[in-house]
């Protein structure tokens, strides 16, 4: 069976990292750890993304780290709540009331951020 997420339906292993995963994200958003959520995103998030069929998370956690990294600390924290509120629809669509928003306090108005690639230079 594929681990893949079709149609809004994650196999139980998909499902139980996800959850580990929000878990994680939202310990370390909430106590502003910077160091945990690089980590957590550019490692954990973006894997867990690409097995599950999840481009669009995969490339911003890419971003975040890799491709486009932040100039200062406030910068890296609205990317991370970008990449938390994509989070977050993943988790309305596989059915899990992850309740993110709420619990980190955070409004996520950076959900809609591009990655452009490599800056020009």
């Given at each position: 069976m594929s681990q893949t997420f079709n149609d809004g339906v994650l196999s139980n292993g998909?499902?139980?990292?996800?959850?580990?995963?929000?878990?994680?994200?939202?310990?370390?958003?909430?106590?502003?750890?910077?160091?945990?959520?690089?980590?957590?995103?550019?490692?954990?998030?973006?894997?867990?993304?690409?097995?599950?069929?999840?481009?669009r998370l995969a490339e911003l956690c890419s971003c975040l780290v890799a491709l486009q990294p932040a100039c200062d600390r406030d910068g890296f924290l609205r990317r991370v709540d970008g990449v938390v509120a994509e989070l977050d629809g993943v988790c309305q669509r596989a059915g899990i009331d992850a309740g993110l928003r709420a619990r980190t306090g955070s409004d996520f108005s950076t959900s809609s951020q591009r990655c452009a690639g490599p800056a020009a230079g």
């Open positions: 998909l499902r139980d990292g996800l959850e580990d995963l929000v878990g994680d994200v939202m310990h370390a958003r909430r106590t502003n750890d910077l160091g945990r959520l690089a980590l957590l995103c550019y490692c954990e998030i973006r894997r867990w993304a690409r097995i599950a069929g999840e481009p």
